[in-house]
């Protein structure tokens, strides 16, 4: 599996420091559950963990999960591990104050499968944090799948996240240095969104 092999290089693929767009709104974030998708190597749950969040990680990677774990561990916290599929994995029905969608690239059918499961999951009130690579990414090979179908336009997302207010959306270049597999400049959208 591409992402077991991955995750079984020395040290942490994308390091071991949260995404900067979500250190950025983590005082919006409420300190309550919150779930975390395509979670990898566990830098952003830990993150939230460490601020006082309730967080479940879900990955389709064991090895990527031992790793977060283990990240757990060493900053003394605890987080919940669910190993899934995340077209199969299901985060039920307004079950969750936050959702953390940060670099989860899926074909574009899948990531709009999961994007309306994620709306319905969160509680009323409860806000979604997202970034990803767009395709304009690709003309800089500094991070990323290598298919435009796996990354999405915020017109896409628009859509995908019908039923949620976007109070924060934008496309933008900027600096990404997460780890030796996202580092340079970089084309990303970023979405802070709230359900009514």
């Not at 969608?101 to 499961?117: D, E, M, N, T």
Request: glycine share 8%.
């Amino acid at each position: 599996m591409q992402w077991d092999e991955r995750y079984s290089e020395a040290g942490y693929a994308y390091g071991t420091e949260p995404n900067d767009f979500l250190r950025s709104v983590e005082d919006q974030i409420p300190r309550a559950r919150v779930l975390s998708v395509a979670e990898g190597e566990g830098r952003n749950a830990v993150y939230l963990a460490t601020r006082g969040c309730t967080v479940t990680a879900v990955d389709s990677s064991a090895v990527g999960l031992a790793k977060a774990e283990q990240l757990a561990a060493d900053q003394q916290v605890s987080i919940t591990l669910v190993e899934a599929d995340l077209n199969d994995f299901d985060p039920g029905d307004e079950k969750w104050d936050a959702v953390i969608s940060i670099f989860c690239h899926l074909p574009h059918k899948q990531r709009a499968g999961l994007y309306r499961k994620l709306v319905r999951a969160l509680k009323p009130g409860g806000v979604l944090v997202l970034e990803a690579y767009i395709p304009k990414q690709l003309q800089f090979a500094t991070g990323g799948p290598p298919s435009a179908d796996l990354m999405p336009t915020l017109a896409m997302l628009r859509d995908e996240l019908e039923g949620l207010s976007l109070e924060h959306a934008r496309e933008l270049e900027r600096e990404v240095i997460e780890g030796k597999h996202h580092f340079g400049h970089a084309a990303v959208v970023q979405v802070f969104a709230r359900k009514p």
